[in-house]
């Protein structure tokens, strides 16, 4: 059964850090695709950040509004892909959605919120 499950979500200050971790089960994640999604109450899913296939490079993608910030990268070791965000913002609190695009799966989303 593939599954992905999202951990690592926090109340933390703006300025702040955290990394949040996509554990994934019933497929390789290595080899495939990976993304970072947000969602805020009464608005559709923004992209987050992705990391391509390695036959694609496993090049890294960031929204605008993430870029410089946020980092993407797989854990091999532990099948998972990680998201690293530093210099939080408020505009930042959302709920992080984990998604293979190969295997149309989300996870359950983890929540983050940026505040004093």
């Known amino acids: 059964q593939v599954q992905l499950v999202e951990s690592g979500g926090a109340l933390v200050q703006p300025g702040g850090s955290l990394r949040l971790s996509c554990a994934a089960s019933g497929f390789t994640a290595s080899l495939w695709r990976m993304s970072w999604y947000r969602q805020v109450p009464g608005k559709g899913r923004e992209f987050v950040a992705a990391?391509?296939?390695?036959?694609?490079?496993?090049?890294?993608e960031y929204a605008d509004s993430v870029k410089g910030r946020f980092t993407i990268f797989r854990d091999n070791a532990k099948n998972a892909v990680n998201l690293q965000m530093d210099n939080l913002k408020p505009e930042d609190t959302a709920v992080y959605l984990c998604?293979?695009?190969?295997?149309?799966?989300w996870g359950q989303g983890t929540q983050v919120t940026v505040a004093s």
């Open positions: 990391v391509s296939s390695p036959d694609s490079g496993d090049d890294t």
């Open positions: 998604y293979a695009p190969a295997m149309v799966t």
